[in-house]
Structures are given as structure tokens and as C-alpha cells.
């Protein structure tokens, strides 16, 4: 309709759909640039030159919501003029946190990738505030993610974030406390994971391993114990055993990597150190690890 228009285009079955115009009153006959919609897909905003502005471009919000309250369709709705248009479906999750040291509660500046560990396709890549660690993405829902924050002088921090449809109007807060890099630091190794009473590492635990393995190939005087636990589940001479094949497994495949074995060690410590009690599933999740502790 202009110089600039906002077409839409919808993701099926893995193929964006052929972009079509929003139309009147989203677009008009001028430039309308620059729309970006929230996270939760709420509301789209932009920029345009109409009438009914205040100067030359102003800064309009098209609204997205149910058409009445029985209704559960979306609708887009301008602001100035009432029309309504089909809209996409909310597929995003809002993430927010700071980056802190562990000791000194200070902001950190620190690179933060999301990982699908479906795939171990990178989703996002992006840097925290310098000055107060803060960060804000929004990452599809739906997905396993692997997260990973890394800064100079720290350990690398893991977490395992399963980012699920129908968590598309949430916000979900995380802050990060980075281990630094000294003896006696440690950390968990959030996206490890084992074939069921075994020590075989699964396919999704690449992505996790490699960023082991890239960190101590960037600290090449490091040298790291890696240390399994079990829950409650089972004698204790079985999670015993167990604990120890597992961490080992992650010590030959760094090996393997071509990391000097003389850099690693390897412990297991069974079901003798939970961090949680085991009276429930989850804690027992939690209890299931393997850990990293510098030497």
C-alpha cells in the first residue's frame, strides 16, 4: 500500500507459509516499518505517518486478543481503527535474568547460547549488559533447551530449560551465579543424560559435552574431577558402581576428544551425597548428576 507494508507468514510443518499483507488499517499508503511484537504475542508494535499523528512518524500498537469472551480465536485489532485481521498464534516464552559472580553478587558480562537439544541447532547467541549482567530473550516454545553462559574466568554454567507449548503468555525469570575458575569451584552438568541404569551417554548429551570440552581446551592448565551421583533407587553397592562407570564415561569421551588424560579424574559417590532429600521424583531427578570440580 506503500512505501514499506507488514506482512504476515505463518511456520507448518517446518515451512513458512507465502507472506500476506495485513492490510488496512495495519498498513497504509505511507511507510510502516520496523514491527516487532511481544513475546507472548499480545501486541505488535510499529512505526507510521498517519493523520491522526502528533509529528511525522508516531509509534502505533495493534492489539491481539479473543473477539468476545466465549471466543478463543485471536484476532488482531487496531488501535485507531477497530478492524480486525487473523492472527498467529503466540509461540514464543520470554526469558529474563541477571549474570552475577557467585561471590561477589556483581554483574558479569557473559555470552549466552540456547541450544535445541533435539538437534543441537543453536537458537540464540547473544551477549548480557556489561555493567549489571542482565539479559532478555524470547525462544520458541516447545523445545529441550540446553543454556549455556559462558565468561572469562568462569566455569561454564548449564541449565536444561524444556520450553513447552501453552507456556506462550509466561515469563519466566533465571538468574545465573558463575562459578570463577579456582580450585575447589564446581559446577553441575545440567544437560548429561544416560541410558536408564546405565553409563551409555545419549545422543542429547553432545552438546553439553562439547562445551566441556571447549572449555578446557580454552584453559589449557585446568584440570577438572568428574564426579557422578545416583539417587536412592537401588542397593548401594549398584549406585555405587553405577556413579563411578558414568562419570568415567564422561572422562574417555573427552579423552577421546583429545584431552591429556592427565588432566581428568573421575569419582563416583553413588546415592552418598544428595542435595535434596529422595521422597519424591523430582528431588530424585535433581539427586541423579554429574558434576565438575576444579583440581
Keep these: 500500500m506503500g512505501g514499506y507494508d507488514i506482512f504476515s ?33 499480545s501486541k505488535g508494535y510499529f ?22 469472551g466465549s471466543s478463543a480465536e485471536n484476532l488482531l485489532v487496531n488501535a485507531a481503527g477497530g478492524a ?27 555470552h549466552i547460547q540456547f541450544m535445541d537439544l533435539a538437534n543441537a541447532n543453536l537458537v540464540a547467541d547473544f551477549t548480557t549488559d556489561a555493567t549489571n549482567g542482565k539479559y532478555l530473550v524470547a525462544v520458541p516454545a516447545g523445545h ?8 572469562n574466568g568462569y566455569l561454564t554454567h548449564s541449565e536444561n530449560l524444556p520450553v513447552l507449548e501453552g507456556m506462550q503468555h509466561l515469563d519466566l525469570d533465571l538468574d545465573i551465579a558463575m562459578e570463577s575458575i ?11 543424560f544416560f541410558a536408564f541404569g546405565s553409563a551409555e551417554l545419549e545422543q542429547r548429551s553432545l552438546a553439553e559435552l562439547n562445551q566441556l570440552e571447549d572449555l578446557l581446551n580454552k584453559n589449557q592448565n585446568m584440570r577438572l574431577i ?7 533407587t537401588g542397593s548401594a553397592e549398584l549406585n555405587q ?3 563411578e562407570e558414568r562419570a568415567k564415561a564422561v572422562v ?8 591429556r588424560k592427565d588432566r581428568l579424574e573421575s569419582s563416583g559417590f553413588g546415592d552418598s551425597q544428595p542435595k535434596v532429600p529422595n521422597n519424591c521424583s523430582y528431588n530424585k531427578a535433581l539427586n541423579r548428576r554429574t558434576e565438575i570440580k576444579v583440581l
Excluded at 512505526?47 to 468476545?68: H, M, T, V
Excluded at 579456582?182 to 548429561?192: C, D, E, F, I, Y
Excluded at 568428574?226 to 536412592?232: E, I, P, R, Y
Design 9 to 41: 507468514s505463518r511456520l507448518e510443518n517446518g515451512q513458512w507459509t507465502k507472506p500476506e499483507s495485513l492490510g488496512w488499517p495495519v498498513n497504509s499508503p505511507d511507510d510502516d516499518m520496523f514491527f516487532v511484537m511481544t513475546a507472548d504475542g
Design 47 to 68: 512505526s507510521s505517518l498517519r493523520a491522526d499523528g502528533l509529528g511525522e512518524d508516531d509509534i502505533y500498537c495493534a492489539n491481539f486478543g479473543p473477539l468476545d
Design 84 to 110: 480486525t485481521f487473523a492472527a498467529v498464534k503466540p509461540t514464543t516464552v520470554m526469558l529474563k535474568g541477571k549474570v552475577v559472580d557467585h561471590a561477589k553478587q556483581t554483574g558479569v558480562e557473559a
Design 144 to 151: 529441550d533447551y540446553a543454556m549455556y553462559v559462558k565468561a
Design 182 to 192: 579456582k580450585m575447589g569451584s564446581q559446577v553441575t552438568l545440567k544437560n548429561l
Design 226 to 232: 568428574v564426579a557422578g551421583h545416583t539417587d536412592s
Design 241 to 243: 558402581g553405577l556413579s
Design 252 to 259: 574417555d569421551y573427552l579423552v577421546k576428544r583429545g584431552i
